[in-house]
């Protein structure tokens, strides 16, 4: 990105960092991560600016919730007494392990990792952006550990298929196959689904319900704290579309998704190196 577009661009996520402060009550940010590393494709983010987002949050005074914890806030209609934040990671990348765990650690900061059990010690051989390398994914092992430490796991298919294209008896195997997993090998409930590729239907909604999920993600967004909300249509935030602490912190308010959406809806494409639909991987 050139200097004066970045300039630009620093400039706007300012604005729209002041506009979220004034305007919008206090919501709990859903943060959506998928690979730690330096590739610069188009779900990775660097290690360093990992730890930048780790930083800022901690010096702004972010307390990190589970899921669990956030569905309680929603449900009862109960705003926050304070700035929460959830950070969630898709995937289960080994690089969650090594580069983000410590960090998270670091910190002490609570996260859910979202995981295929299909691909658990192998590496993402599942259909994806040309940018993504085939990266290895968490062993068994290292999920128990991160497990016990108190990171949760929750659901995120089996062979990371798309989910609307398969037949519903696959659909469903999909669901309870991989909850009864995790289950299994962490000793802790699921309650929590992720749709891979943010590919979701109707049907697959009530799928995830029937199974026995609490919950499910379905596209990027920002879900409000509100007992209206769809629980199997919960929106996070993408941060592998920030190309700056800035857009980070517009992010976090809830201002930046809009900013891109009247941009894709105006069609401007010069700001294309932000769109969305890349977060679908
Ligand atoms: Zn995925």
């Known amino acids: 990105m050139g200097r ?10 300012a604005l729209l960092i002041i506009w979220g402060r004034l305007c919008f009550k206090r919501r709990i940010p859903i943060l959506l991560y998928h690979s730690v590393d330096d590739s610069g494709s188009v779900i990775s983010i660097s290690p360093e600016d990992f730890k930048a987002h780790l930083r800022y949050l901690t010096r702004e005074g972010y307390e990190t919730i589970s899921l669990n914890d956030y569905l309680e806030y929603l449900l009862t209609d109960r705003k926050p007494s304070k700035k929460m934040v959830v950070i969630t990671f898709d995937d289960g990348f ?13 910190y002490r900061f609570a996260a859910t990792i979202f995981i295929s059990t299909d691909h658990i010690g192998k590496t993402c051989s599942w259909e994806r952006d040309k940018s993504i390398p085939e990266l290895p994914i968490l062993t068994w092992d290292e999920i128990e550990k991160m497990s016990d430490y108190g990171i949760n796991f929750e659901s995120h298919a089996c062979g990371h298929r798309y989910l609307s294209k398969l037949s519903e008896s696959e659909a469903r195997n999909e669901l309870m196959r991989s909850k009864s997993t995790i289950e299994k090998r962490t000793g802790r409930q699921v309650g929590f689904f992720c749709h891979p590729y943010g590919d979701w239907s109707e049907q697959t909604k009530l799928l995830a319900k029937e199974c026995g999920y609490k919950g499910a993600f379905t596209r990027p967004g920002f879900s409000s704290v509100s007992s209206k909300e769809d629980l199997y249509d919960l929106r996070r935030i993408g941060t592998a579309q920030f190309s700056c602490l800035e857009d980070f912190k517009a992010g976090l308010l809830g201002t930046y998704d809009w900013y891109v959406n009247v941009k ?4 401007v494409r010069r700001f294309r190196d932000l769109g969305i639909e890349e977060l679908r991987n």
């Open 4 to 13: 004066g577009l970045m300039k630009t661009k620093r400039f706007l996520s």
């Open 94 to 106: 080994k690089n969650n392990y090594t580069e983000a765990f410590p960090v998270l650690k670091n």
């Open 264 to 267: 894709e809806f105006l069609g």
